[in-house]
């Protein structure tokens, strides 16, 4: 898998029928190391690492339904009141960053609500405020310390 840009995690991996499979903590279990999955298993260590938000308020790779139809966020973060404070898509390094992911990713959130959007591709890092009054957002350099 390509160096990504963020700092150097550790992983376990393990190999079965020729396919390479990488350990989550979030979700306890090996997923199939696709190139999207190296993208969101770096984002939960920055999430966990260099961010210390807390293990037990991240949630990965759930279903949910937006305008009925089903889709799955990638990496979620709750605040302690049960409400969302970060609500985060993960693409393959090769997927451009564009307007098309944003607006995805905005479409999940008038669902979810969560206060701040990470978009990523492991090469390039995006952060979002939520205005959800104005229903528009506002970059960030960094994503905010957890509250």
């Not at 350990?23 to 961010?51: A, C, M, N």
């Not at 969302?84 to 393959?92: G, I, R």
Request: contains cysteine; charged residues 30%.
């Amino acid at each position: 898998m390509q160096k990504l840009n963020f700092p150097d995690y550790s992983f376990r991996f393990k190999n079965s029928e020729n396919k390479v499979s990488i350990f989550d903590e979030i979700r306890k279990k090996f997923i199939i190391l696709t190139p999207e999955e190296w993208v969101r298993q770096h984002t939960i260590r920055f999430l966990l690492i260099d961010k210390k938000y807390p293990k037990s308020y991240l949630n990965v790779e759930k279903t949910i339904t937006v305008n009925g139809t089903k889709k799955r966020y990638d990496i979620v973060v709750f605040k302690p009141n049960g409400e969302l404070f970060l609500l985060v898509e993960c693409k393959a390094p090769e997927v451009t960053i564009s307007q098309q992911t944003f607006d995805q990713i905005a479409r999940y959130n008038l669902k979810l609500n969560a206060d701040y959007l990470m978009v990523t591709n492991g090469v390039n890092h995006y952060f979002c405020e939520m205005n959800l009054e104005e229903e528009k957002y506002i970059f960030l350099k960094e994503l905010p310390e957890f509250h």
